[in-house]
């Protein structure tokens, strides 16, 4: 049995059998690995972000992906046997051909860019990698690999635009545009500033803001200079003078800001400068035109109020000669209006804002005189001729008051053989009033500053006197009572030849 030959045939056969059922296991399990990965691949083929395609030596299509099916907006079984050149847009034909014949004539890989006519009508800009490879019969086949650069392309053109834009933008403006850097060196200018500051552009790139500014400007436009690079400030503007290339002063109004990149540094600072040379001459002859009309009208209003000052005084004096009894009380009320009717004169008769106290008390003595029909010596000192005296317009009433008062006290306690005389005059930073008449005589233990002694018309004095700026003192003299009245700031200015106000 064990030597029969059909057993073991049987047996090999039974072993074959085997063998070949396992090498039949192996091949399903190759072939569908094969088709997995054929699926995976043609999945990739298909979803890939770019055209591919193959062209036969005719420039037909054999072959092509779903994303080149997307972007013809041509089916699949429609654009195979199309050539290619039929999507070629007609002014991109000749550098289709061009292409097509080099790469029939080797192996390199070659790249242009066209724009392709798409099915639905839409332009499409392609950027085009292509190299010939032979087919598994040796026929020359062109593979291709096209990326729609349409957005790219229309970025690229977009940021171009604006390019251009800003650039005319820049050389064009009829304002000046400067760039600087971080330490205020001039980086870039345009031809309107040059003609501003009347330096040529490549002058100006070699010089700092900080250089063309006005050394007066200097502080305040660096402190604003500052702040922006610090972040305590986005953007200035601010008003400065300029220094010209030949010397004079250009006022400019500056407005800036800074430009940061993503981290916040600092890249650059831009400034736009506009002169304002024009509107600030325009503006002050404006206001000069405003101020000579407020003048006139203040004037105007000043002239009327003293006519109608004028008018109570002769009211006055017609009840002094009907009521004799109160002529003394109606002379002095008389005399405290014409001197408010002074003020509104000397006001109706300048230009200025503030009258000078020789004017107020020169006419004071004048109405005084006027009224009361008793001369007066006035003295006037000259030894600040170089100076003019003005008073504070809040005080002047005031001060003529004052002046009005003393002047009257000093009639009416001088005898009759006696005699009144006023100086006045600026020295010392100060301006005085001497108001002295003799014979004449203080009360026992007259103390004007403590109110002993004092009569109505010098408690209206101390009421009257401006404080801070004025001080008044009377004193017993050998030859008579001398008041002195002495003037400083704020109550009195001076006021140099130049017309420029100091403080005293």
């Known amino acids: 049995m064990a030597d029969d030959p059909s057993a073991a045939l049987l047996h090999e056969l039974q072993v074959q059998t085997v063998e070949l059922e396992m090498q039949n296991e192996e091949l399903r399990r190759m072939r569908a690995e094969l088709e997995s990965s054929r699926n995976h ?11 591919f395609l193959t062209l036969d030596e005719r420039g037909t299509i054999v072959e092509v992906n779903l994303t080149g099916v997307t972007l013809l907006g041509v089916a699949r079984e ?29 192996g390199e890989v070659l790249r242009c860019e066209l724009v ?14 292509a190299r010939q490879v032979a087919d598994a019969d040796g026929a020359p086949t062109l593979r291709m690999v096209l990326t729609d650069v349409t957005t790219q392309r229309a970025m690229t053109t977009a940021l171009k635009d604006n390019e251009e834009r800003l650039r005319l933008f820049f050389e064009h403006s009829p304002i000046g545009i400067l760039m600087v850097t971080r330490d205020f060196r001039l980086m870039d200018v345009n031809d309107a500033f040059c003609s501003l500051v009347g330096y040529a552009a490549d002058e100006l790139k070699t010089m700092s803001f900080v250089e063309l500014t006005h050394p007066e400007d200097r502080g305040a436009d660096l402190e604003y200079a500052s702040d922006m690079l610090a972040g305590r400030l986005s953007h200035s503007a601010v008003e400065k003078r300029y220094i010209h290339k030949t010397g004079r002063l250009v006022w400019v109004r500056v407005t800036r800001a800074v430009v940061r990149d993503d981290t916040g540094e600092v890249r650059y600072g831009i400034g736009l400068v506009e002169d304002i040379g024009a509107s600030r001459d325009a503006e002050r002859l404006r206001i000069d035109h405003l101020e000579q009309q407020r003048s006139v009208l203040v004037r105007e209003v000043h002239h009327r109020i003293k006519n109608n000052l004028q008018g109570v005084i002769s009211l006055i004096e017609q009840l002094k000669h009907k009521s004799p009894q109160a002529a003394d009380a109606l002379e002095e009320a008389a005399a405290q209006v014409g001197t408010i009717a002074v003020v509104h004169g000397l006001y109706s008769n300048t230009l200025a804002s503030e009258v000078g106290p020789r004017e107020l008390v020169r006419a004071i003595v004048e109405s005084v005189v006027r009224l009361s029909g008793v001369a007066i010596a006035c003295h006037e000192s000259h030894d600040d001729s170089d100076w003019n005296w003005r008073l504070n317009s809040r005080d002047t009433v005031s001060v003529a008051m004052v002046v009005n008062e003393l002047v009257y006290n000093a009639i009416k306690h001088t005898a009759p053989s006696g005699k009144v005389e006023v100086s006045f005059g600026g020295h010392s930073g100060s301006f005085g009033i001497r108001v002295h008449n003799g014979p004449a005589t203080l009360p026992p233990a007259f103390d004007f500053s403590a109110g002993i002694g004092v009569g109505t018309g010098l408690t209206l004095v101390a009421s009257l006197l401006p404080r801070p700026g004025a001080t008044l003192s009377i004193r017993q003299r050998i030859d008579g009572v001398e008041a002195y009245l002495r003037l400083t700031h704020p109550c009195a200015n001076v006021v140099p030849a130049t017309g420029q106000e100091t403080e005293t």
Do not use: I, K, N, T
Not at 41 to 51: F, N, Q
Not at 116 to 129: A, H, K, M, S, T
């Open 116 to 129: 392709l006519q798409c099915g639905d009508g839409r332009r499409c800009d392609v950027l085009v990698d």
């Open 41 to 51: 691949y043609r999945s990739l083929y298909d979803s890939a972000p770019v055209v």
């Open 78 to 106: 429609s654009l195979v046997g199309f050539r290619l050149a039929v999507f070629v847009v007609p002014e991109d034909q000749d550098r289709w051909r061009r292409l097509f014949l080099d790469l029939l004539q080797g």
